[in-house]
């Protein structure tokens, strides 16, 4: 991890990522697509 300002962003992008109605009613069909777009955002920005 960098720094903490690194991990507020990731916190931030993800709330923002998972609270989007749009994502919300795709990933109802596609779960497993979710889990790997946010561990993607999570290994972008803290390795």
């Known amino acids: 991890m ?3 300002s690194g991990l507020f962003w ?3 992008m993800v709330k923002a990522f998972w ?3 749009r994502w919300n009613r795709w ?3 596609h779960k497993g697509a979710k889990v790997l777009f946010t561990f993607l955002l ?3 920005f803290t390795f």
């Open 27 to 29: 990933g109802q069909g």
């Open 19 to 21: 609270g989007d109605q």
């Open 2 to 4: 960098r720094d903490a």
């Open 10 to 12: 990731v916190s931030f």
């Open 42 to 44: 999570f290994y972008l």
